[in-house]
């Protein structure tokens, strides 16, 4: 994988897909989805024996095409974007050596953060972090190295079952280096998951419709780079932002602790924020500027705050990315600030608090935080950025999960 040219002619792209009987799904709907790419089903080869998705895994990243330069596994779950095939073509193009997740889950304790900051920083890839599971919904490997994880897989016992957190070993072991695209180009349906214990709803974290592919992702590799220094544990100054039950929580990454990267304990961010260079006071007092000069319905004032804090925090993270940057990067697109706000609100608040907001409460908690990133990005003094509401640029298209995608 040392060449140092690659054109998407160059890409031949093996597709499996990982299915269990007791799933009822349209598997010809997921399969015509990524034509012209050629996907072949992979069935749980012990369908009636307790359930591990490892068990499957084994046999699909071990299904490699002849000739294939990648490999890509789906899970029967997923659905894919628009244009699937030319997007995900396109995208190995640009990393070829990397381990590229085309999917990370909305309240993945790190992985998601990661990927709403390389939204808002105007990324088109995100680094993951090395701690935390493999995004297995939607995960492809060059060729070489997805049949040396096959190996590595097969003599582990089916009894372990987690797919993802094995996958996440070998690529710590071997040093793949990994990526997300942003915005992903794979969603989970949501349907109910299959293991005890992995419960809750399941969507992509910047679900929002990919941009033309032929300059997309064509990203200067040095940028990978200072984005990945987020998720390596090498300071005491990375942070993650959740949104988790109502309330917007900080966890700050603590290296060489041994901390596990799924890590749920997290601190309210009012009590943290100060460690992280911001004033509590700051942000609330920006948020009434924000209400005091914004017609319409109002949001409830606990989400208000909550997702506003959140928004903020992210915005702010994301200009420090910028200013690291070696090389300028366009401005985030409208719509993909609005996806990763919008996944905070669907996947952060409780389900009374949610149910509470409707339709019109929910877009307005959305504009809020779209609002409030946008301020972290660009500092301006509240007075000065609120007196004007949203931007008319930062609004982009609400982005909730039925936009146009292929559902299988």
């Not at 149910?355 to 007075?383: E, Q």
Request: charge should be negative; aromatic fraction near 6%; include cysteine.
């Amino acid at each position: 994988m040392s060449r140092p040219e690659w054109r998407a002619r160059d890409v031949r792209l093996s597709v499996t897909i990982m299915h269990h009987p007791a799933r009822d799904v349209a598997l010809e709907t997921l399969v015509e989805a990524c034509r012209p790419l050629s996907a072949r089903v992979v069935h749980d080869p012990a369908p009636d024996a307790a359930r591990s998705p490892l068990r499957t895994a084994k046999v699909a990243w071990a299904s490699i095409a002849e000739g294939a330069t990648h490999h890509l596994v789906l899970q029967d779950d997923a659905r894919v974007c628009d244009d699937f095939a030319t997007h995900v073509v396109a995208a190995i193009a640009r990393r070829p050596a990397h381990g590229i997740a085309l999917y990370t889950d909305w309240s993945s304790p790190q992985n998601s953060f990661l990927c709403r900051l390389a939204a808002v920083a105007g990324s088109p890839w995100a680094a993951l972090s090395p701690m935390e599971w493999i995004p297995a919904l939607a995960f492809l490997l060059p060729a070489d190295v997805a049949a040396d994880l096959a190996a590595y897989l097969a003599p582990i016992p089916d009894e372990v079952t987690d797919d993802d957190q094995m996958i996440a070993r070998y690529c710590r072991e071997r040093g793949v280096p990994l990526l997300a695209t942003v915005p992903h180009l794979v969603d989970n349906r949501g349907l109910p998951t299959l293991i005890a214990g992995h419960g809750g709803r399941h969507h992509a974290t910047v679900w929002a419709p990919p941009a033309p592919s032929d300059t997309h992702w064509d990203l200067d590799p040095r940028i990978d780079t200072t984005l990945a220094s987020r998720s390596r544990y090498q300071s005491h100054d990375e942070y993650v932002v959740r949104v988790k039950d109502s309330r917007c929580l900080i966890r700050l990454l603590r290296p060489h602790t041994g901390e596990p990267g799924g890590n749920e304990f997290c601190w309210y961010w009012a009590d943290w924020c100060d460690l992280i260079g911001v004033d509590a006071e700051e942000v609330t007092t920006a948020l009434a500027a924000y209400l005091d000069n914004r017609p319409g319905p109002r949001p409830p004032a606990r989400a208000a705050l909550e997702i506003w804090a959140a928004g903020y925090l992210l915005g702010r993270e994301a200009a420090a990315v910028r200013r690291e940057l070696p090389v300028p990067l366009v401005p985030a697109h409208p719509a993909r600030i609005r996806a990763a706000v919008s996944t905070w609100v669907d996947s952060g608040l409780t389900a009374p608090d949610g149910a509470a907001l409707g339709a019109a409460g929910r877009s307005a908690l959305i504009d809020l935080g779209v609002a409030a990133v946008v301020l972290g990005l660009h500092r301006r003094s509240p007075g000065t950025f609120v007196a004007a509401g949203v931007p008319a640029d930062a609004r982009g298209e609400d982005t909730r999960h039925d936009h146009a995608c292929h559902d299988s």
